[in-house]
């Protein structure tokens, strides 16, 4: 792979826009066999952090 974890790969996701929901991200990092999405993703603080960073994105 290119050496990121599952989280950092996340965050790039839902700081570029390329994704619009935990949903989403949670679904492309599946697509890239990430490693235990799932897991990776049940914290509400990191749900949390991820909206964040979504609706900053989306905001402009």
Request: charged share 30%.
């Amino acid at each position: 792979m290119d050496g990121q974890t599952t989280l950092e790969r996340a965050f790039i996701l839902a700081e570029t826009g390329s994704c619009r929901t935990v949903s989403d991200i949670r679904t492309q990092l599946k697509k890239e066999q990430r490693d235990s999405v799932d897991a990776h993703l049940a914290g509400s603080v990191i749900q949390r952090q991820l909206k964040e960073r979504l609706t900053a994105k989306l905001a402009g």
